[in-house]
């Protein structure tokens, strides 16, 4: 696969869409260059007119309404709103917490998850204009994309690709906390993308399911970035698994395929301070514009290494390998 640069590939913004962007830059909504520690701010996916980029989404969503395939799919990523929720059962079925986790994350493979981690759910994850989420415990599963769909962004077959997976992460999620309900606990389903109070990406950081990569998505050390997530928040025992460092970070630091992959050139090549911690970051005044132009795009995780099938095992085997030569 040749990757183009960026610089070799002209783009400008189409000019509708920059007339309806606020004054507010993303970048300074979603605390680039804060340094100290705050809570996330909405920026984008909310329809209620809370964010000054409402009319920007608005554009993005009314602007396909005529491409009948793509309606079909966004109806069937929507289609997981409808699960009604189950009543808690009034009696806890009561187990030690070793015995849930298995027993939690054996079910979320059964209801279509391909992987589930556990982690403390931390109130720095709640945007800062919504009440904290009940539940002491975050269980994060990732859903893979079909690779070939996927590496054909921004083509609408990868717009496709996005709303299946979404549609089966929303319907996991539901059907994951409908299980946990009856069996006597509290359980609330996250969907993305249009979770509206939390972030789910720290929370698959934690519960050791991937490392964020410099596109700003996460990288996972089977599936790469070509995954997407939803969570379930809940009070039923569980015990936490560990964050895991497997060498994607200190690979990205040196790689630029996805920097170069950018055509708006969107992506840092060097970490930002964000909201007080230093990390990888997206441009979004770069990133969302083209985004829109084209419906979709997700280039920058299509092409990245470690999404590559049957290439991850094997990078974080090197990675592994060359920190233990380093030590």
Request: hydrophobic share 35%.
């Amino acid at each position: 696969m040749t990757v183009k640069k960026a610089k070799d590939i002209p783009w400008e913004p189409d000019p509708e869409v920059m007339k309806l962007w606020p004054d507010i830059s993303g970048n300074t909504v979603n605390g680039l260059n804060e340094k100290q520690p705050i809570r996330p701010r909405p920026v984008f996916w909310r329809t209620d007119g809370s964010i000054p980029h409402t009319e920007v989404l608005a554009f993005f969503h009314n602007r396909n309404k005529s491409n009948e395939r793509l309606m079909t799919y966004r109806k069937l990523r929507e289609e997981p709103k409808a699960i009604p929720q189950s009543d808690i059962a009034p009696d806890k079925l009561e187990k030690p917490p070793e015995e849930w986790n298995d027993l939690v994350k054996s079910t979320a493979l059964e209801m279509g998850a391909d992987q589930a981690g556990i982690c403390a759910y931390r109130p720095e994850w709640t945007f800062e204009d919504r009440p904290q989420p009940k539940g002491k415990w975050a269980i994060v599963m990732a859903f893979t994309h079909d690779y070939d769909n996927l590496i054909t962004a921004p083509h609408e077959d990868a717009y496709i690709e996005v709303m299946v997976q979404y549609g089966q992460a929303g319907k996991s999620a539901k059907l994951l906390a409908n299980w946990i309900r009856n069996q006597g606990w509290h359980a609330e389903p996250k969907m993305g993308p249009s979770t509206e109070d939390v972030l789910m990406t720290p929370a698959a950081i934690a519960a050791g399911l991937g490392q964020l990569g410099k596109h700003g998505s996460l990288i996972n050390k089977k599936f790469g970035s070509n995954f997407r997530l939803s969570m379930v928040l809940t009070d039923i025992p569980l015990m936490p698994d560990r964050p895991e460092d497997f060498g994607s970070d200190e690979f990205c630091e040196s790689c630029q395929i996805c920097s170069n992959a950018c055509p708006p050139d969107a992506i840092f090549t060097e970490k930002q301070m964000v909201r007080g911690n230093k990390k990888w970051y997206v441009n979004f005044d770069k990133c969302v514009p083209y985004f829109i132009d084209n419906y979709i795009c997700g280039i920058c995780i299509a092409v990245c290494p470690w999404s590559r099938p049957g290439i991850a095992k094997n990078l974080a085997k090197k990675m592994a390998q060359r920190k233990t030569a380093e030590n």
